[in-house]
């Protein structure tokens, strides 16, 4: 079993759509919760991170955490075409170690 | 500009031919890491340094080394590359274990090898 199973997708929604992006992971000790973008023939760049259980919203997008079912969601609300790209959940204890998940790609539609 | 270069960018190679792949920093950051990127795989972690001349193995390093002489540099090292190690190749840096979930990530090096 991996350590943060992620659907591949991809997932293709029109503009303005609420798009709904999920993680699952396994191991308890688990502190920081990332949600990582990655644009084509681009590196990933950090989107928000969550410490610990609970919800953080920055604009469109709102990162939610629950530890009790170990499960990561990231919204966003009013797509873009410009918020099309691969998501990538990612774990860590914070040691250093991340643990990313397979990655989901997105794809908005005019 | 703060950023993580990594050279080259493409390269295709012939299986048992040494390669190296740079990385840097200009950030001063202490921890650097690579990771490489594969369909249905996502981001698996090759090695890891928390500081120079401190390197440690992650999940997949089998066939490649690293060394830190300098804290801005991470260079990755494959001494007879395979055809398995066809993949795309990144390197990140972040300020530190505290800091460890925010990692700045290069632009990739996508690597052929035949």
């Known amino acids: 079993q991996k350590e943060v199973e992620q659907d591949p997708g991809p997932l293709s929604v029109p503009e303005g759509a609420i798009v709904s992006l999920n993680c699952t992971y396994s191991n308890s000790a688990f502190q920081y919760f990332m949600w990582y973008r990655q644009y084509s023939r681009k590196g990933p760049e950090l989107l928000m991170y969550t410490y610990s259980s609970g919800n953080k919203e920055d604009g469109r997008f709102t990162a939610q955490v629950d530890k009790s079912s170990k499960y990561i969601s990231l919204f966003i609300r009013d797509s873009q075409p410009s918020d099309s790209a691969t998501y990538l959940c990612?774990?860590?204890?914070?040691?250093?170690?991340?643990?990313f998940g397979a990655g989901t790609r997105l794809a908005v539609h005019p | 500009e703060a950023q993580v270069t990594q050279n080259p960018r493409y390269l295709i190679t012939v299986t048992g031919k040494k390669l190296t792949v740079t990385c840097s920093q200009n950030?001063?950051?202490?921890?650097m890491s690579w990771y490489r990127q594969d369909p249905g795989l996502g981001l698996r972690q090759i090695y890891y340094?928390?500081?120079?001349?401190?390197?440690d193995k992650g999940d997949v390093p089998e066939g490649y080394k690293v060394s830190r002489k300098e804290k801005r540099n991470f260079p990755l090292i494959l001494e007879s590359p395979s055809p398995n190690q066809t993949s795309l190749y990144f390197c990140?840096?972040?300020?530190?274990?505290?800091?460890?979930?925010?990692?700045?990530f290069g632009p990739g090096t996508r690597l052929t090898v035949t």
């Open positions: 990140a840096s972040s300020a530190g274990t505290g800091s460890s979930y925010e990692q700045y």
């Open positions: 990612a774990v860590t204890s914070g040691y250093n170690k991340l643990i």
């Open positions: 950030m001063n950051h202490e921890y």
């Open positions: 340094s928390m500081n120079v001349e401190a390197t």
